[in-house]
């Protein structure tokens, strides 16, 4: 876990700067970060999963949990479900009812961010 605090930063006579800091003290990917970001904002779902609930897939352990806070909370929890020998990345989403699945490319770009950010081996494998 990892919690990421934007502030914005101004000084006289200066642009405001935009600063993000890590709880744990350690320093930010930058580039992990907007990358994150990037995917979050673009997040688009690649197809819809009729063969189980949002609740049955919630009460199974996510590959990672994504809340952000800015008025309202927002959360993404992404899974890991290997099917034919590849692995795909379904979520769920505190804005949609419904258990979806991310484009392979999408997913992974996510998890690989997220593994960035927090200074881990990838959870997906090759």
Do not use: H
Not at 104 to 112: L, P
Request: hydrophobic share 35%; net charge negative.
């Amino acid at each position: 876990t990892k919690t990421l605090t934007r502030t914005e930063q101004t000084k006289e006579n200066e642009k405001s700067k935009i600063i993000w800091a890590s709880d744990d003290g350690k320093a930010v990917d930058r580039k992990a970060l907007n990358g994150l970001l990037s995917d979050l904002s673009f997040l688009k779902c690649q197809k819809f999963s009729e063969d189980i609930s949002k609740e049955e897939f919630e009460k199974q352990k996510p590959l990672c949990r994504i809340t952000l806070k800015n008025g309202i909370d927002m959360s993404l929890s992404l899974f890991a479900d290997k099917k034919d020998k590849e692995e795909e990345i379904k979520a769920v989403s505190s804005m949609n009812p419904y258990v979806f699945e991310l484009s392979r490319f999408n997913g992974k770009e996510i998890v690989e961010n997220i593994d960035t950010i927090l200074n881990i081996d990838t959870l997906l494998t090759n």
